[in-house]
């Protein structure tokens, strides 16, 4: 009994009230390698939390109530665990989605894709890189001209939580892709590939303002949504090699999270039977 009274009130002792111990909790972020909006985004959830004057459990869950967005859970559960405390952070159960999404092809976005060749070469190199090799928008941004490997033809992705993964891209290009960034671009080293060389928090302002300029209203509704290119290329092989081959190839930690691309794929497919049963359109 007293250790559980002794945990109902972990949240009042001193390092939730210790500006110094936030201020520890950032360094250790930053040395994990997470981005500074993540970090950015981190800080405020924890000291919003602080603020709140939040004493057990319970209270943690009804503050927790109204927050829809993942990282507050994920900023509290890593700050519990930086300070030592072991208090339980519930999971966010999202409300079931009225609709299934759409599921647009990869040979759809591809063809979208290589018309933005001509309308913006900087577009066209990232959305390519995602469709080849399931990145996203974040890691390609986040890229630098030294995770360039010409002679494997092969990049090294920053994945969520700092790690790092290799992703092969064909031969031919990676051959334009070098030549662009070297003699267009006349990268160095330690330079970002897209957009700004040096400022990396200005590079996803940039993105979106050039595909807001370049794009059409169709060409933007389909290429809007970045997560598109990931979930169309787990879907390409998840039909094609399996779902282990789709867990690799993307770099899921688990089985699970490719298991709910192929729910949403298989969701999509048994509505467009219902509707052909029904003498409904599918589309």
Request: aromatic share 10%.
């Amino acid at each position: 009994m007293e250790g559980k009274g002794e945990q109902k009130n972990l949240i009042s002792k001193e390092p939730f009230t210790n500006q110094g111990k936030v201020e520890e909790f950032e360094q250790w972020l930053c040395a994990q390698g997470y981005s500074k909006r993540t970090i950015r985004n981190y800080l405020e959830v924890v000291k919003s939390f602080i603020k709140a004057n939040i004493s057990d459990q319970e209270g943690l869950n009804r503050w927790l109530e109204g927050k829809k967005r993942t990282y507050h859970r994920a900023a509290l559960a890593h700050y519990f665990k930086f300070v030592g405390i072991e208090l339980k952070v519930p999971k966010l159960i999202r409300e079931p989605a009225s609709k299934p999404k759409p599921q647009l092809s990869w040979e759809h976005l591809n063809e979208v894709v290589e018309r933005l060749k001509r309308k913006s070469a900087e577009l066209y190199y990232i959305y390519k890189i995602m469709l080849l090799t399931g990145a996203r928008i974040h890691e390609v941004l986040n890229l630098k001209f030294c995770d360039i490997d010409v002679e494997n033809s092969a990049i090294l992705l920053k994945t969520k939580g700092g790690k790092y993964r290799k992703a092969r891209l064909p031969q031919s290009f990676m051959k334009d892709l070098f030549s662009y960034f070297t003699e267009k671009k006349g990268l160095l080293s330690q330079d970002y590939c897209f957009f700004t060389r040096w400022k990396r928090e200005t590079t996803e302002i940039l993105f979106w303002r050039e595909l807001r300029k370049v794009l059409n209203k169709k060409e933007y509704r389909i290429l809007k949504n970045t997560h598109a290119c990931r979930r169309a290329v787990i879907n390409k092989i998840i039909q094609e090699a399996g779902i282990l081959a789709a867990k690799e190839f993307v770099g899921h930690a688990k089985v699970d999270t490719t298991m709910r691309y192929l729910l949403e794929l298989t969701k999509e497919k048994e509505i467009k039977k219902a509707y052909k049963v029904m003498g409904i359109g599918g589309d």
